[in-house]
T-cell receptor, first 114, second 111 residues
Framework: EADIYQTPRYLVIGTGKKITLECSQTMGHDKMYWYQQDPGMELHLIHY???????EKGDLSSESTVSRIRTEHFPLTLESARPSHTSQYLC?????????????FGSGTQLSVL | DAKTTQPTSMDCAEGRAANLPCNHS???????VYWYRQIHSQGPQYIIH???NNETNEMASLIITEDRKSSTLILPHATLRDTAVYYC????????????FGKGTRLHILP
């Protein structure tokens, strides 16, 4: 079983609030990812990290930011939430290896901005 | 990374084998084929992966053509719980790159 955790599971907030979505994994994986997904739509990569102090932007432009100060922790922050940020946010991690880089996903955070 | 194409949706009768195709005609020699599935709004779940040879595990079998330009994921005895979106991805192992999911195939298992 994958040991990757996202909190909160659901979040409803007002416009303009600053929020941080938490993602932690206990598998010692170097690589971590954030995806955004609207209902019935495909996953879009918004951020990823190769390891500590490494962060990269994904394919979908996002107003969110991420940090990777510790291997196990990859939080995503929205400085000022807007209704357009309403979506599901999925965190994933993988180990680096010879063809064995399975992605493990968390349960997701469903964000609603009013 | 090479891109993949999959049918938008498929139906399969419960208890029958579900065969999900994936085309990856521009795959290069060091790219692996990975399959994931996503049930409802849960996070995607890894199913299987392979390079050249056919692979089998407790969930499914993966058949890769000899020229590696296409593959088929086989669920041998589909159940209603296999209803999900199935994603086929190709990528190079041990490379620091983006992992991009396409639209996948929405598989409906019919009772």
């Amino acid at each position: 079983e994958a040991d990757i955790y996202q909190t909160p599971r659901y979040l409803v907030i007002g416009t303009g609030k600053k929020i941080t979505l938490e993602c932690s994994q206990t598998m010692g994986h170097d690589k971590m990812y954030w995806y955004q997904q609207d209902p019935g739509m495909e996953l879009h990569l918004i951020h990823y990290s190769y390891g500590v102090n490494s962060t990269e932007k994904g394919d979908l432009s996002s107003e969110s930011t991420v940090s990777r100060i510790r291997t196990e922790h990859f939080p995503l922050t929205l400085e000022s939430a807007r209704p357009s940020h309403t979506s599901q946010y999925l965190c994933a991690s993988s180990e680096a290896g010879q063809g064995n880089e399975k992605l493990f996903f968390g349960s997701g955070t469903q964000l609603s901005v009013l | 990374d090479a891109k993949t194409t999959q049918p938008t949706s498929m139906d399969c009768a419960e208890g029958r084998a579900a065969n999900l195709p994936c085309n990856h005609s521009t795959i290069s020699g060091n790219e692996y084929v990975y399959w994931y599935r996503q049930i409802h709004s849960q996070g995607p779940q890894y199913i299987i992966h392979g390079l050249k040879n056919n692979e089998t595990n407790e969930m499914a079998s993966l058949i890769i053509t000899e020229d590696r330009k296409s593959s088929t994921l086989i669920l041998p005895h589909a159940t209603l719980r296999d209803t999900a979106v199935y994603y086929c991805i190709v990528r190079v192992a041990n490379r620091d790159d983006k992992i991009i999911f396409g639209k996948g195939t929405r598989l409906h298992i019919l009772p």
